[in-house]
Nanobody
């Protein structure tokens, strides 16, 4: 499975961005897709995940502000980020897990929240 992430950029506090991650390759083998982020000097952390059945899970820090969704027809997962805060600044990574447990990472996309 190959993952191509896009949509990062510079946004002011309180603003919004939408990240996209398009999957290719063994699409039918994908179970869970999600987003992780890594801020400078910090460990990579889970942001949100969505299963093939549409169940979602979010980090407490983004609940109520971020929404993960999935378009199975387009093999794409989205992360709508609203009410962005400076502490959301990080490189965001797309991740997919196959039914056999094998995981794949996309390249990161930088999100910078600053005035």
């Amino acid at each position: 499975v190959q993952l191509q992430a896009s949509g990062g950029g510079l946004v002011q506090p309180g603003g919004s961005l939408r990240l996209s991650c398009a999957a290719s390759g063994s699409i039918s083998s994908i179970n869970t897709m999600g987003w992780y982020r890594q801020a400078p000097g910090k460990q990579r952390e889970l942001v949100a995940v969505i299963t093939s059945g549409g169940s979602t899970n979010y980090a407490d820090s983004v609940k109520g502000r971020f929404t993960i969704s999935r378009d199975n027809a387009k093999n794409t997962v989205y992360l709508q980020m609203n009410s962005l805060k400076p502490e959301d600044t990080a490189v965001y990574y797309c991740h997919a897990v196959r039914w056999d447990g094998l995981g794949s990472w996309g390249q990161g996309t930088l999100v910078t929240v600053s005035s």
